[in-house]
């Protein structure tokens, strides 16, 4: 079982930066790979990033490329994802996400509670 807990969600203005955490109840093997998604109201949930843990292999849903940036800290077992010039769009629940083998839009082995980031324009 894995547990994931996201936090530095929050109000932000158009424009403006946020990064958001994930902590990981227990250290992943190299193999592993995690994730942030996010949720809009009325809409579904949709892939925004991905990380190899072992080599920091790094993907990006083309709607965030060259804005947004997924990390690791191994030794903390944190996850970030640094969100740049954000847009009204970008508002959304926040989900952290752990798998064993998939990467991209149907991983998703275990998921956090959320954390919600709201753009304003």
């Known amino acids: 079982q894995v547990q994931l807990e996201e936090s530095g969600g929050g109000l932000v203005q158009a424009g403006g930066s946020l990064r958001l955490a994930c902590a990981v109840s227990?250290?992943?093997?190299?193999?592993?790979?995690m994730g942030w998604f996010r949720q809009a109201p009325g809409k579904e949930r949709e892939y925004v990033a991905a990380i190899r843990w072992g080599t920091g292999g790094q993907y990006y849903a083309d709607s965030v490329k060259g804005r947004f940036t997924i990390s690791r800290v191994k030794a903390d077992n944190t996850l970030y994802l640094q969100m740049n010039s954000l847009k009204p769009e970008d508002t959304a629940t926040y989900y952290c996400?752990?798998?064993?083998?998939?990467?991209?839009?149907?991983?998703?082995?275990?998921w956090g509670q959320g954390t919600q980031v709201t753009v304003s324009s």
């Open positions: 996400t752990f798998d064993t083998r998939r990467l991209g839009p149907t991983m998703g082995d275990y």
């Open positions: 227990r250290r992943p093997y190299s193999s592993h790979i």
